[in-house]
């Protein structure tokens, strides 16, 4: 294997060897230093609202079951039969008490314990030769929920997943908590598109300096109420524990009138107020930032913006959840999932459900532009020049690494972690640097569990 020590110090530094978007090599030690790792997004809890409900999610070839089994506990089972090893769900989603595996019919509840044998007796001696009791679907090694947010891990071993979200807790609580009843989704819609899983990620965490460029028409044709789109360096960027984004400057006023600003009707602020912390209720109120698109390492991210749905001036927000699922170095599965305060008036669910599909989505204007960009890049990125490139991504800081416009104080900026205005890719970077330190960090190797022999599990 190449010693990637090079590429990484560079990477540190905010100089990105280029062929990072489009290298097989690069793409092998991904799969086993961040993806086996991380707490990986499966899901949400409104997806398997009932119990039998459950959604087929993969992380990177492993396919899971993430279900609610009977007594309503949230599981993900390794979708291999214990048998031959088929896949046991084939459907996407649905609500079942059992899963059936379609090459021989050994049957499982959905809690992953095996019920069911054909010619149990005579195939095996009964439970003298095969005993049930004990045998289940192997679970996913570790789970965890935030928000109604699932979250697996490859890793036995992980650190609790609000350890691992840390201080990003608090500008995800703005997504996915308005009211008590958090959010419910809608989707995914999933497609692939012929580029490298970072460069999404690297986007969502942080670069409002393409929004100019890359969506001048969407600007152009009155989509949005703030007319320019250089308005973005007025917005901070921030970045705090696993993850960071840009927020929109707001013009002045209370919390009420900004939150009315992009569109929120009275009922949903009021829930708002209430459900939000101090702190979290004046950087909206005080500092007047309105968050926008976020990334969580390595692979997950939102976006929420407030376009024009009708004819008038009225705007109205959306969120969207959307995942880089990565296929291979030079494709990515994209999941994009609208979300909506589940409290919210069904009028609001329906059209910010319309503003979600204008903007994003397989339909969606911005998707559309900015795809455009991340397949060219990749495929460029695979020559032998790119071998020789090294990305400047030290935009923000000068030579020295002083900042270009200094760090917001707490004053200024009411969340956590760090935050600047102006135009910069700290974000990119803070991104790039956990996953330099991942792809520097050997993983131990996990143990094997035998079927048969359901405790035995012996490290390798
Ligand atoms: S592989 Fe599933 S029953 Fe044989
Ligand atoms: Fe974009």
Redo the contacts with the bound molecule.
Sequence with gaps: MTDQTDVLDAVRRGMIPAHVYNDREIFELEKERVFSRAWVFVGHESEIARPGDYVVRRVLEDSFIVTRDEQGEIRAHFNM?L????Q?CRAEMGNASHFR?P????SYRNDGRIVGLPFHQDAYGGEAGFKRKGQRLLPAPNLATYNGMIFLSMDPQAPPLEEFLGDFRFYLDYYTKQSASGIELRGPQRWRVKANWKIGAENFAGDMYHTPQTHTSVVEIGLFREPKAEKRKDGATYWAGAGGGTTYKLPPGTLDERLRYVGYPQEMIDRMTQQWSQDQRDLVGTDGFMISAASIYPNLSFVHNWPRVAESDDVLPFISIRQWQPISEDETEVLSWFAVDAEAPEEFKALSYKAYLMCFGSTGMFEQDDVENWVSLTNTAAGSMARRLQLNSRMGILEDDTEVVPQLTPEQFHGPGSAHTGYSEYNQRALLHRWADDLATPQATAGTLTVGEPEAVTPA
């Design positions: 039969c048998h031959r090893g088929m046991v595996c090459y021989h019919g050994w």
